[in-house]
């Protein structure tokens, strides 16, 4: 970490698996909050994202590593930024509808992680891309004539 010019000689490596899970959002002490509902537990530690990171570290000649929250405390990061746009039935209650519309705007929507209320500990690309598509699928084709 007290390299000289550790940011320009760092690789971050992501990786993306899919688990058949489900996750419910809550309201904790310091804002939304995720808890674990059902299906496989998602987890910091995935062992092939070991071994991946050992491999590539080889291949560079460089020095794996993994973040003190992800190997100490078992809380997985991610390299979003989210919530900002909470979903609400209101403009008093959130800053867009459930299908992405800004309250008091036409044809104004948010479609990115700003609509996810809270990290949920996985990758959020994929929440993204389908909370994208229902928006999508609710603005009416145009019309040729």
Request: proline fraction near 0%; charged fraction near 30%; hydrophobic fraction near 30%.
């Given at each position: 970490l007290f390299i000289k010019d550790f940011a320009a000689r760092t690789q971050i490596l992501l990786f993306m698996q899919t688990i058949n899970t489900k996750l419910k959002f809550k309201r904790g002490l310091f804002g939304m909050k995720s808890t674990h509902s059902s299906g496989e537990k998602p987890s910091a530690f995935i062992p092939l994202t070991k071994k991946i990171s050992e491999d590539f570290a080889e291949v560079v000649n460089g020095k794996p590593y993994a973040l003190l929250t992800e190997s100490i405390l078992g809380i997985p990061t991610t390299a979003h930024i989210l919530g900002g746009c909470v979903i609400g039935k209101d403009k008093?209650?959130?800053?867009?509808?459930?299908n992405h519309r800004v309250?008091?705007?036409e044809n104004m929507y948010v479609c990115d992680g700003s609509a996810i209320s809270a990290n949920p500990g996985v990758n959020p690309s994929i929440t993204i891309a389908a909370m994208t598509e229902l928006a999508m699928s609710k603005i009416p084709a145009k019309s040729l004539n």
């Open positions: 008093e209650s959130g800053v867009i509808d459930k309250f008091g705007y």
